[in-house]
């Protein structure tokens, strides 16, 4: 599919307007009714952004529906272009997790096409969902899912096969770094794979294709959340619940909602992350993936960590339990889609919640053994770290300037992060440029003024100033005075 660049394309949310236009609103009522600047609501129908949570019901009632109704009239986009006229394109994704098989694929099929078409600027302003408007229906996607994962029998035809094949490849290719560079071609696949579900939807090959679309989903929620989307991933991730839900497969479902989580915590919604996570170890079959349940765990002790010192021994239980479940964890093959999950990456999870410890903690004989215990974890970590994983090892070191800022080394702590900048000059990571600029923020709160903090914040402004300028005076304002 082209990109909006390479024909003259416009979108429009054509019900929206046409209900509002049959109740007899100019764009400029409707606007004053709502207390809103009329540019608010063209960009609505033009498909652009959303209206904000607090907008909707007053939006409903104005144009006499329910909410319900309201989520529909948003949800279809149409684009017109000279090529092809109306082709539905989404914007949102269903909440609903009751959908016919039917439904997802469209969904799932006009929301890809959406996102391939529009500019970065109009993916930004995608909205991102916290709290109950959240978790209630992750909660009942985990409450519909089957006891355990339903392997699909059919055979797969060579096409099928050679889809399992490219999604391996794109696992790498964002491994390596590059996989937010090719973030489209992932969304582009995703496209393909649900046209052809739109024909075999019914066929005995639906549950392959519909894990394999799964599976292409979750990848581009990753990626749009490594690239500075959020709201996009948050869609990306709720379309891979969908298929999770039609492929019958909730060990892949629950790893999900451990993305999710992440981006919670990203984002500063710790409570979310905390519920997140304890919702995807819920939905676990009794006998899951060890592997996803100790990625689960880990992410259950950040989430307690970032809550205080009144949950402590709550994260240090989780990620003693996050080491213990791997280490019990299967000898046989397990899932590509958790290929990632090694010994290194175990080491990761546990270091972070010692390292939000140790930092928040007051009484030095606690802080001293939380950044003990990080320390260990972390140079396991770099030391267990596998060929190829680019990013990884960026983190790695930023994680390992973080445990010498938890054991008060502040010069230490920014020789390495020099270090770590130093790594991520060819890795074009929105992800990465986050955990810098947090980095430089908490440095800059605990200390100021050595040598060492200077050169560490002036190399971080210009690999910001080339990679994320508009970034810039984040790091200017972190303190490296």
Known sequence: MKGAGDRNVTFKRLRLVQRRKALGYTQEQLAEGLGVDRSTVVRWE??????????????????????EELGELLLEITERSDEREGLVLVSSVPLDFSLSAERTVKVIEGFSAHD????RQVLVGLAVMTEAALLQP?????ATMPVRPVSPTARGSGGVQELEQAVRLFRRWDASGAGGLRRKAVVGQLNAVAETLREEYRSALARRLFQITAELAQL???MSYDQGLPGVAQRYYLLALHACREAANPELGAKVIGDMTQLSTALGNYDDSLRLVHTALYSLPRHANAFVRSELLGLESRAYAQLGSREASHAVRSAEACVEVYQQGPADETPDWIHYMSAA???????????????????QRQWKTHAERAEAHTLSARRRRAEGYVRSRIFDEIRLAKVRLAQREPAESATIAIHSVDLAEPVRSALVIEWLIRFAREL???HTGS???????????YYVHLSAPEREHEVAASGGA
């Open 444 to 446: 800059g709160r605990r």
């Open 116 to 119: 391939v078409a529009s500019r």
């Open 451 to 461: 040598p060492e903090l200077r050169d560490f914040h002036d190399r971080l402004r």
């Open 345 to 363: 990456e175990v080491d990761c999870l546990a270091a972070n919640a010692y390292i939000e410890l140790a930092l928040r903690a007051e009484d």
């Open 220 to 222: 581009a929620g990753w």
């Open 138 to 142: 992750v909660r009942q996607w985990a």
């Open 46 to 67: 033009r498909g652009e952004t959303e209206p904000l949570p607090w907008l909707r019901p007053k939006l409903a009632q104005l144009l006499k529906v329910t909410i």
